[in-house]
């Protein structure tokens, strides 16, 4: 909870003083916010805190700061930390990517940093409030 709801909380209140009109915040969520993964309630429960201050202040920074607040809401994702979560974790995750609907794969570092770049974008203006799903359809298997 520390990190991961203390410091989006601390970053924004951060970034406030210095926001001008058309800004952007886009907060990290997870797939874990809304898939009841076992062994994962804590971890969980900030993600979803995540996602609800998104929202919150979508309309309260919106309003004041005419600012864009969103969330991306990543699956699994090929980075060094996945790789280390040793081989178990490994071999059960390789058979659940075979499943992702988009490809039969982990998301990719770049497959992130894509959508977080479009919601930065002026593009983009009309997308607030809202958490964007990263990962290949793998919810909805």
């Known amino acids: 909870m520390a990190v991961n709801v203390r410091a989006v909380i601390f970053m924004t209140q951060a970034f406030v003083p210095y926001v001008r009109p058309g800004g952007r915040i886009v907060n990290l969520s997870s797939i874990s916010a809304r898939g009841g993964f076992a062994t994962q309630s804590t971890y969980s429960a900030s993600k979803a805190a995540v996602e609800a201050l998104t929202r919150c202040w979508a309309t309260e920074l919106g309003h004041k700061y005419n600012v864009t607040v969103n969330a991306v809401n990543p699956g699994p994702v090929d980075t060094d930390m996945y790789r280390a979560a040793g081989e ?39 997308i607030t409030g809202d958490v964007v799903c990263a990962n290949g359809g793998m919810m909805y298997i």
């Open 88 to 126: 178990t974790h490994l071999a059960r995750m390789e058979e659940q990517n075979k499943k992702t609907p988009a490809a039969p794969r982990a998301g990719s570092e770049n497959d992130v940093a894509e959508i977080i770049g479009f919601l930065c974008e002026e593009r983009s203006k009309w």
